[in-house]
């Protein structure tokens, strides 16, 4: 676990109820150092409301608005449990810039245990980006984060890991967007520093005028440096999952010259930039012997699915060699439904 460097000082903290516009009030107000903790109530037509927790860390010295979300989905503790850690941690006097942690993207998940959706309306939060003005409780937060933080981001992290059923491989995660070398070129370059072993990328051919769905999909066609972390499993707090998110924010901080902080890399890192997902025929109960993170053969008989009555309804064979990322760590599963993904390098 990282340490800031230096003696912590006192911040005064207030607590802002103002609406939406709060978040622009206090970038534009709040005095620097400081550090300022408010709730954004965002309510939709049906009766719902939603208060999600945001901190704004000003830095002593100017310079660019780094931003965390998590909780976009509410059974990935470790990855909120890191930014609760991160806002208790971080020290504004070390800072040249803004850091901004939206500590619960989506709090009616969380604090309802509801893994994947917002059970407010059912949505997953994480697949109605750039959400709307208008729509359901989760479009309206989609649309929150992506007009008022992806919009004052420079950088932008979506923080995940393995949610209440799926077991997964810790990673690092971009877009390999070849039509805007500049950018992605950044990105990789901050994600080769997270200290995380492994670093998924993956295609980018979204256009303009298609909905990203994604947070950062979203931040990454806004033009923004924006990276996912995918780390923790099987909806559990994991005290080195957690570590491994901070140190990944303290080393990226510290790259871009942001915090004062020593980084703690690990060069032996290993990309992966191609994904086989094996999606589910069947509706059943799923065997399998092995885990996130294991190595499979192409034509490794991987998991089974029976029925009920322990009839066998499916045997999965590996369709590619390469390590599982994530898979179903829990019994049930659905038509449909990815079991496994799979990663290797072309
Ligand atoms: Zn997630």
């Known amino acids: 676990m990282y340490k800031p460097v230096g003696t ?3 911040v005064i903290t207030h607590f802002y109820a103002f609406g939406q516009d709060s978040l622009q009030f206090v ?5 620097r150092p400081s550090v300022e903790n408010f709730y954004i109530k965002i309510d939709d037509d049906q009766g719902h409301s939603s208060s999600i927790p945001i901190s704004v860390i000003k830095g002593k010295e100017n310079g660019p608005v780094f931003s965390i979300i998590s909780g976009v989905h509410g059974f990935e503790y470790s990855s909120i449990m890191a930014s609760h850690e991160l806002l208790q941690e971080l020290n504004p006097e070390l800072l040249s810039g803004t850091i901004i942690i939206v500590l619960l993207s989506n709090p009616d998940s969380f604090y309802g245990r509801s ?3 917002n059970p407010q309306d059912q949505l997953n939060l994480n697949r109605v980006f750039p959400g709307s003005k208008t729509g359901s409780a989760t479009e309206r937060i989609a649309h929150y984060i992506t007009t008022e933080i992806i919009a004052r981001s420079d950088i932008f992290i979506d923080m995940h890991g393995g949610d209440a059923s799926e077991d997964l491989l810790s990673f690092i995660g971009f877009y390999n967007n070849k039509g805007q070398q500049e950018q992605t070129e950044k990105i990789k370059k901050l994600a080769e520093v997270t200290g995380f072993k492994y670093i998924v990328s993956w295609p980018y051919n979204l ?20 990276l996912i972390i995918e780390a923790g499993k099987l909806g559990n707090v994991q005290k080195e999952a957690v570590n491994m998110i901070k140190n990944a924010i303290y080393n990226m901080l510290a790259e871009l010259k942001i915090y004062k902080v020593e980084k703690k890399v690990n060069t032996d890192f290993i990309n992966m930039n191609k994904q086989t997902y ?3 025929e069947h509706t059943g109960i799923f065997f399998s012997d092995y885990a996130a993170g294991d190595s499979i053969m192409k034509g490794d008989r991987i998991g089974l699915i029976k029925n009920e009555f322990g009839e066998l309804m499916n045997e999965i064979k590996a369709p590619n060699s390469g390590i599982i990322l994530y898979k179903i760590g829990t019994p049930p599963v659905n038509v449909g439904e990815t079991i496994m993904c799979i990663v290797h390098n072309q």
């Open 207 to 226: 256009q303009k005028d298609q909905p990203a769905k994604y947070a950062f999909k979203q931040a990454v066609q806004d033009g923004k440096i924006a």
């Open 115 to 117: 893994p994947f959706v």
């Open 8 to 10: 912590l000082i006192l």
């Open 27 to 31: 970038l534009e107000n709040a005095k």
């Open 278 to 280: 094996i999606k589910s």
